[in-house]
T-cell receptor, first 117, second 114 residues
């Protein structure tokens, strides 16, 4: 079974600075999807970024980018120019590509990000 | 925002009582899911449905049952609630491929079992 590990329960960063959240995963599959979700205090789950394992290029969405190291099974999220609205719990998640249709995600434990003004 | 409504939003119940949580969607998506969120564990899949009357177990299905009699409704039942089932429960939906690569979440139900 696949597992996802986020080793940083909490992180903090100064507003406008850059922060990197770590995620590692374990799988025997060669193709899969990886995700970062944001959960603000409202409890809503928001998709931040998605990476397909067969793509070499790291995904980017505005101030959010990933560093995908397939051989190391590492998938870190970099937030540039941190804003107060970025404060949230961040979850890394894995999905097997062999499961067509159903979005059965395996989540990490989460990292709580605090932005200091 | 995807049209997903979870009810109730909060519930407090006693050990041993049955509890049913409801998820209602207006998107006509094929797939529906129940996850639970606990500190230190992230979100874990309880059950999911791939069509009316078609359901399957997730990684933490013990003590839970589900039913889907209509496309828009997915019910999660705790037959006899235990304190270990105190959690935040999220419903999610996704569409069939192509275009079904996004998972949309409801706002969650905070369940406390005393």
């Amino acid at each position: 079974a696949q597992t996802v590990t986020q080793s940083q329960p909490e992180m903090s960063v100064q507003e406008a600075e850059t922060v990197t959240l770590s995620c590692t995963y374990d799988t025997s599959e060669s193709d899969y999807y990886l995700f970062w979700y944001k959960q603000p205090p409202s409890r809503q789950m928001i998709l931040v970024i998605r990476q397909e394992a067969y793509k070499q290029q790291n995904a980017t969405e505005n101030r959010f980018s990933v560093n995908f190291q397939k051989a190391a099974k590492s998938f870190s999220l970099k937030i540039s120019d941190s804003q107060l609205g970025d404060a949230a719990m961040y979850f890394c998640a894995y999905r097997s590509i062999r499961i067509q249709g159903a979005q059965k995600l395996v989540f990490g434990q989460g990292t709580r990000l605090t932005i200091n003004p | 925002d995807a049209g997903i409504t979870q009810s109730p939003r909060h519930k407090v119940t006693e050990t041993g009582t049955p509890v049913t949580l409801r998820c209602h969607q207006t998107e006509n998506h094929r797939y529906m899911y129940w996850y639970r969120q606990d500190p230190g564990h992230g979100l874990r899949l309880i059950h999911y449905s791939y069509g009316v009357k078609d359901t399957d177990k997730g990684e933490v299905s013990d003590g839970y049952s589900v039913s889907r009699s209509k496309t828009e409704d997915f019910l999660l039942t705790l037959e006899s609630a235990t304190s270990s089932q105190t959690s935040v429960y999220f419903c999610a939906i996704s569409d069939s491929p192509p275009g079904g690569e996004k998972l949309f979440f409801g706002s969650g139900t905070q369940l406390s079992v005393l």
